[in-house]
């Protein structure tokens, strides 16, 4: 029985919306709705990073949600890199590697990173990372965002290999399941922003 309350207590903890950050953060970024059904695979080492474009010009993180299943024992890890309109590929780290050891889950869970306060520009790679030979990361995958922007199209980088671009082939969406939530700043003249990004830099 004592078990069995954990177990609940600690899916609560994983899936449940009693989240740590402020709650004046509100979604800047959200891709939830149309499951495509086919797995990201991410195992020892490998990073896999979403284009996200914020329906918002700039904004301080929060927290970040990813949905999978974990297979096994292992690392999970969340990485913010800045991003262009145009999808370049990644530059600077902004924020990340956020760490956490999750429980295997079958099937997917939502897993919830709080993410120290950092100042961003609206376009950014985002994504996860998986340490571990034991065990893998597999993503779910979403089609079109519901707030903000996604393009068809995945930063990869896998041991042994060059990292690339790789949109997903022809019958799927380069698109990964990813909430972005942020405080909003409102700027009452032309050097606030700078003020906020020197404060949280």
């Not at 004592?2 to 959200?30: E, Q």
């Not at 082939?169 to 032309?190: C, K």
Request: charged share 10%.
């Amino acid at each position: 029985m004592r078990s069995m309350v954990y177990a609940l207590i600690l899916m609560a903890v994983v899936t449940g919306p009693a989240w740590a950050h402020d709650p004046s953060c509100i979604t800047v970024y959200s891709n939830t709705q149309n499951n495509q059904g086919v797995p990201i695979p991410v195992g020892d080492g490998a990073m896999v990073l979403d284009d996200v474009h914020l329906s918002v010009p700039q904004a301080v993180l929060c927290a970040v949600d990813v949905r999978g299943a974990v297979i096994g024992p292992g690392t999970l890890s969340l990485y913010v890199y800045k991003g262009s309109p145009t999808n370049d590929a990644p530059t600077t780290l902004l924020a990340g590697p956020i760490d956490m050891s999750p429980p295997p889950t079958q099937p997917s869970a939502t897993f919830h990173f709080e993410v120290p306060a950092t100042a961003v520009d609206r376009d950014l790679w985002i994504g996860v990372g998986w340490t571990g030979p034991d065990g893998t990361w597999v993503g779910s995958q979403r089609t079109t965002p519901s707030v903000g922007t996604s393009d068809d199209i995945w930063w990869e980088s896998y041991p042994g290999q060059t990292p690339q671009f790789y949109d997903g082939g022809d019958q799927y969406t380069a698109s990964t399941y990813l909430v972005v939530y942020a405080n909003v700043p409102t700027p009452t003249q032309v050097s606030t922003w700078g003020e906020v990004k020197a404060t949280y830099r």
